[in-house]
């Protein structure tokens, strides 16, 4: 994983530990989420705020809104990176061990044997420190929207172990009826 550190200061001096203090709050924070990949700490110059708004005579308030609006955007970039670093994909046994109760999807009749559409497709699940499934995302789309939509119904009834929270990516596979009935 590569991190980006970008530190903003106004007229004082930065200071020059920020980068070590970035570095390790970040490095704790995906600790505790398990991630033991290798990481890229990548500091750049701090931006130095007082000479932008020198330089550019636009009123503080639209100067205000854009860089909310950078903000947002780089934290949800920042979220989605984390989200992807932390996930893991369970092998069969780690998933037997890890849920206690894993009901399959319901694979609607006309879609399975009527219309004999089936599809493929990876779901990311998050699960509190309670075992409960929180929120389930679709990765990769099965292709068919009532299959993704039943694919994250019954992943959303599945239990875990109480633990740390977590997310997980779930492959799963509905397979269309062979023949007509």
Request: aromatic share 10%; with cysteine.
């Amino acid at each position: 994983m590569k991190v980006l550190l970008v530190h903003g200061v106004g007229h004082e001096d930065p200071n020059p530990a920020w980068p070590a203090e970035w570095e390790k709050a970040i490095s704790d924070g995906l600790k505790h989420y398990n991630y033991t990949g290798p990481i890229q700490f990548v500091p750049e110059p701090p931006v130095t705020y007082d000479d932008l708004f020198e330089q550019n005579p636009e009123p503080t308030t639209e100067y205000l809104q854009a860089m909310y609006d950078l903000l947002k955007a780089w934290m949800l970039c920042v979220l989605m990176a984390l989200s992807s670093a932390i996930a893991r994909r369970y092998s069969g046994p780690e998933l037997k061990a890890t849920f206690t109760f894993m009901p399959q999807p319901e694979y609607p009749y006309k879609l399975r044997f009527m219309q004999h559409i089936g599809g493929s497709g990876m779901f990311r699940m998050i699960v509190d420190e309670r075992g409960k499934v929180t929120a389930v995302t679709a990765l990769q789309s099965m292709g068919h929207s009532e299959l993704d939509a039943e694919a994250i119904k019954g992943l959303m009834r599945w239990k875990a172990q109480a633990g740390q929270k977590r997310e997980g990516d779930i492959p799963v596979t509905f397979i269309p009826a062979k023949g007509n009935l």
